[in-house]
């Protein structure tokens, strides 16, 4: 079974897979390095992050989300997001460079990897977001 971390990003391809390609994924490492933490919005004119999120977050390898009771799959994740979040969700839109680029971004990592844009001490995969469609280069809020 894959780690939480890895079962969210997935989830949020499997959202664009659904229709809703303007769901983004931000996300990284707290400065301990022990919590992935991730923020999920929608991209407001084509540019992200944007505020609200959808959801922000901060998991270890296992955990709860607030969407879905059963987190054991992709696809429950992603059937208790899209009816946890119906009415926050923009759905069917045609697919967006950011949906395209995502999904160039997932098939390139390890099967157990986890997006890390940002940390205290580096970020694994930040030189991404020079050709991330719409970035903006701001951070998450804190918790």
Same mark, same amino acid.
């Given at each position: 079974m894959s780690?939480?971390?890895?079962?969210?990003?997935q989830?949020?391809?499997?959202?664009?897979?659904?229709?809703?390609?303007?769901i983004?994924?931000h996300?990284?490492?707290?400065?301990?390095?022990?919590y992935?933490?991730?923020s999920?919005?929608?991209l407001?004119?084509?540019y992200?992050?944007?505020?609200?999120?959808?959801?922000?977050? =901060?998991?270890s +390898?296992?955990?709860?989300?607030?969407?879905?009771l059963?987190?054991?799959?992709v696809?429950?994740l992603t059937?208790?997001?899209?009816?946890? *979040?119906?009415d926050?969700?923009?759905?069917?839109?045609?697919?967006?460079?950011? =949906?395209?680029?995502?999904? +160039?971004?997932l098939?390139?990592?390890?099967a157990?990897e986890m997006?890390v *844009? *940002?940390a205290?001490y580096?970020? +694994?995969?930040?030189?991404?977001?020079a050709?991330?469609?719409?970035?903006?280069?701001?951070?998450?809020?804190?918790?």
């Open positions: 780690d939480l971390p890895i079962r969210i990003m989830m949020v391809q499997q959202l664009h897979n659904r229709g809703y390609t303007s983004y994924l996300s990284g490492l707290s400065p301990s390095g022990m992935w933490r991730y999920i919005g929608q407001m004119t084509g992200w992050p944007a505020y609200p999120t959808i959801i922000s977050g =901060s998991v +390898k296992e955990g709860e989300t607030i969407w879905a059963d987190n054991s799959t696809r429950l059937d208790g997001f899209e009816s946890h *979040f119906k926050l969700l923009i759905s069917k839109d045609p697919h967006t460079d950011y =949906s395209k680029w995502y999904a +160039k971004l098939s390139g990592l390890e157990d997006l *844009f *940002f205290d580096g970020a +694994k995969h930040q030189h991404h977001l050709s991330a469609p719409g970035y903006r280069g701001i951070k998450p809020h804190k918790k």
